[in-house]
Nanobody, 116 residues
Framework: QVQLVESGGGLVQAGGSLRLSCAAS????????MGWYRQAPGKQRELVAV???????NYADSVKGRFTISPDNGKNTVYLQMTSLKPEDTAVYYC??????????WGEGTLVTVSS
């Protein structure tokens, strides 16, 4: 089992920055990849960014060039640095971990609100 705890959400003005953190505990050695998803009101949950154990990354087109996902392997933590935030980035951001079996773990989510 893997437990994920997100932090770093909040209210920011458009153009501002935030850094989200996701700390993994439990059987974190069994993680193949970690990522961030988001869900805005009335919309489906969507992938924001993902990073594999080998360092491969992938980003949603809407955040490329603005968001950066990075790991701190010593702390079993993954970060999402968000810059040039837009009102349409407003959502609950969820941390996700993928096990070698394909099983997925989710955090509780952290709210990011970008005001115009």
């Amino acid at each position: 089992q893997v437990q994920l705890v997100e932090s770093g959400g909040g209210l920011v003005q458009a153009g501002g920055s935030l850094r989200l953190s996701c700390a993994a505990s439990g059987s974190s050695f069994s993680i193949n990849a970690m990522g961030w998803y988001r869900q805005a009101p009335g919309k489906q949950r969507e992938l924001v960014a993902v990073i594999s154990r080998t360092g491969w990354t992938n980003y949603a087109d809407s955040v490329k060039g603005r968001f950066t996902i990075s790991p701190d392997n010593g702390k079993n933590t993954v970060y999402l640095q968000m810059t040039s935030l837009k009102p349409e980035d407003t959502a609950v951001y969820y941390c996700n971990a993928v096990a070698p079996t394909g099983g997925r773990y989710w955090g509780e989510g952290t709210l990011v609100t970008v005001s115009s």
